[in-house]
Nanobody, 120 residues
Framework: QVQLVESGGGLVQPGGSLRLSCVAS????????MGWYRQAPGKQRELVAY??????TNYTDSVKGRFAISRDNGKKVLLQMNSLKVEDTAVYSC???????????????WGQGTQVTVSS
């Protein structure tokens, strides 16, 4: 059973930094794209950033220049968040497209989410 577990959320003042981490556990063949979504109260979920297996990255406009996504050998994805703003407050969930061991089919997995609150 594949699981994604996030950590690193919390409360930070405007202008501060946080680093989110997401680790994939269980048995699987490989990971493809990994990324982060967020959902603020009363708003739709939005894609914050993603990184492909070739390390190509993409960011939503509102976080460009402030957030940086990275990954290691396929089990961990990080989101470094700098110059945080009040409007970054949301539940952040990690996402991974994972290739299953036996079928070699791809399936999408989600973490449980971690709260990020930016407030003075």
């Amino acid at each position: 059973q594949v699981q994604l577990v996030e950590s690193g959320g919390g409360l930070v003042q405007p202008g501060g930094s946080l680093r989110l981490s997401c680790v994939a556990s269980g048995t699987f063949f490989s990971t493809s794209t990994m990324g982060w979504y967020r959902q603020a109260p009363g708003k739709q979920r939005e894609l914050v950033a993603y990184i492909t297996s070739s390390y190509v990255t993409n960011y939503t406009d509102s976080v460009k220049g402030r957030f940086a996504i990275s990954r290691d050998n396929g089990k961990k994805v990080l989101l470094q968040m700098n110059s945080l703003k009040v409007e970054d407050t949301a539940v952040y969930s990690c996402y991974a497209r994972i290739q299953e061991t036996y079928s070699r089919n791809y399936a999408d997995y989600w973490g449980q989410g971690t709260q990020v609150t930016v407030s003075s």
